[in-house]
Nanobody, 115 residues
């Protein structure tokens, strides 16, 4: 059974950094795409960053230049390095994995940016 598990969230001051990790396990097939989303109460989930198995990547406009997505295909793990965090980055961050045309979501990890 495929599982997608995020880790690395927490409380950080404005201007600080956090590194999120997301590991997909239980499949012999590597995820073709792994994506970070975030969501705040009352709002739709928004795309933060994605990275394909081949190394293509893209970012949401609000995080370009501050966040960096990377991936370890051998571990089926995607990372999100978040720098210069702002209070508006506060959200639950979810990981999505597309594996053999099936979609899998993690349960999310909370990021709070506050002084």
């Amino acid at each position: 059974q495929v599982q997608v598990v995020e880790s690395g969230g927490g409380l950080v001051h404005p201007g600080g950094s956090l590194r999120l990790s997301c590991a997909a396990s239980g499949s012999t097939v590597s995820p073709s795409v792994m994506t970070w989303y975030r969501q705040t109460p009352g709002n739709q989930r928004e795309m933060v960053a994605f990275m394909t198995e081949g190394g293509s990547k893209n970012y949401g406009s609000d995080v370009k230049g501050r966040f960096t997505v990377s991936r370890d295909n051998a571990k089926n793990t995607v990372y999100l390095q978040m720098n210069d965090l702002k209070p508006e980055d506060t959200a639950v961050y979810y990981c999505y994995a597309l594996i053999a045309s099936r979609e899998y979501w993690g349960h999310g990890t909370q990021v709070i940016v506050s002084s």
